[in-house]
T-cell receptor, first 113, second 114 residues
Framework: DAGVIQSPRHEVTEMGQEVTLRCKPI?????LFWYRQTMMRGLELLIYFNNNVPIDDSGMPEDRFSAKMPNASFSTLKIQPSEPRDSAVYFCASNAGTGYGYTFGSGTRLTVV | AQSVTQLGSHVSVSEGALVLLRCNYSSSVPPYLFWYVQYPNQGLQLLLK??????LVKGINGFEAEFKKSETSFHLTKPSAHMSDAAEYFCAVSASGGYNKLIFGAGTRLAVHP
């Protein structure tokens, strides 16, 4: 199994541009989570899906952030327009069920200049 | 609601010394507990977990943790630290309400010096 795959690995963009982060969860995992990690705020849960349905998006910081999961093998996190304070490492994780724990991707390091 | 407290944001030990990273949790239901490790520029990796059964659980890289219900603790230990153990460690508890959500602690950064 290739694990949770995130792309791109690094993204540098200018303020105001649209950014799309991508995630492919492990096949058979029915839950998917998007996290953001910064030095100041640590690890923050942004949104999670169960069986492709968004369950809780209360961690999404603003309307500039949106996430979709059109099928069981793909999810996107979009920021439009991006701002410098969005600079962080964004992680995707998937999970096969309660008690299994998460498998994390390698993350996308986003820099907004 | 569930919560996790990791005591000590930074821990420093000598190579070969005991590693002890503290985690206390609160949960209204029997918890599932996890420890994750994050090496620089990498994602979080599962070290070990407790779900049911034996309260002393062993994980990768020589780490182990003991679930103590009476103390609501799940401390992580390793008898002898190695330089390669330098990383950030996160404790997590399963949230009630299903959907497999975990609540993470703030993390403890472990430094190992010669």
């Amino acid at each position: 199994d290739a694990g949770v795959i995130q792309s791109p690995r690094h993204e540098v963009t200018e303020m105001g541009q649209e950014v799309t982060l991508r995630c492919k969860p492990i096949s058979g995992h029915n839950s998917l989570f998007w996290y953001r990690q910064t030095m100041m705020r640590g690890l923050e849960l942004l949104i999670y899906f169960n069986n492709n349905v968004p369950i809780d998006d209360s961690g999404m910081p603003e309307d500039r952030f949106s996430a979709k999961m059109p099928n069981a093998s793909f999810s996107t996190l979009k920021i439009q327009p991006s701002e410098p304070r969005d600079s962080a490492v964004y992680f995707c994780a998937s999970n096969a069920g309660t008690g299994y724990g998460y498998t994390f991707g390698s993350g996308t390091r986003l820099t907004v200049v | 609601a569930q919560s996790v407290t990791q005591l000590g944001s930074h821990v420093s030990v000598s190579e070969g010394a005991l590693v002890l990273l503290r985690c206390n949790y609160s949960s209204s239901v029997p918890p599932y507990l996890f420890w994750y490790v994050q090496y620089p520029n990498q994602g979080l990796q599962l070290l070990l977990k407790y779900t049911t059964g034996a309260t002393l659980v062993k994980g990768i890289n020589g780490f182990e943790a003991e679930f103590k219900k009476s103390e609501t603790s799940f401390h992580l230990t390793k008898p002898s630290a190695h330089m390669s153990d330098a990383a950030e460690y996160f404790c997590a508890v399963s949230a009630s309400g299903g959907y497999n959500k975990l609540i993470f602690g703030a993390g403890t950064r472990l430094a190992v010096h010669p």
